[in-house]
């Protein structure tokens, strides 16, 4: 990949419109989703990017199933969760931008070696309004 090992570059994989759990009631399709997501993640690592933003519609729904939620939180789990260190800093003001008050990878009790941002779309807006 052009530009690796670069300490000035930032390196950002951008994903949209994931869908997570859209067809999970279809019995030959209900794994498409998670396998495109779990593509991102895999190409994320193997580029060796600094970061995921994935800029909205993870999930199909704003209250998706437990079964696409455990999905969703495995390939994560796989992709994110290792000990290789986060090469950026957060600059903004992460109390007035985080809900737990600092980035996560931060947090010395949690590995995070690739760190996830997202915007929310209209199929998982958190207050509830899409579809």
Not at 40 to 61: E, I, P, S, W
């Amino acid at each position: 990949m052009s530009g690796a090992g670069d300490p000035n570059l930032l390196r950002i994989l951008v994903s949209t419109d994931n869908h997570l759990g859209v067809w999970e009631k279809d019995e030959v399709r209900r794994e498409d989703s998670f396998e495109a997501f779990e593509e991102v993640l895999r190409t994320a690592n193997n580029l060796g990017v600094d970061c995921v933003l994935l800029g909205g519609d993870l999930f199909h729904d704003n209250k998706p199933s437990r079964a696409t939620l455990v999905k969703a939180i495995n390939s994560v789990s796989r992709h994110c969760l290792n000990d290789k260190p986060v090469g950026f800093q957060i600059l903004s003001d992460q109390a007035a931008n985080f809900v737990s008050g600092q980035v996560n990878f931060l947090d010395p009790n949690i590995n995070i070696g690739l760190p996830i941002f997202t915007i929310h779309g209209n199929h998982d807006d958190p207050s509830g309004v899409g579809t």
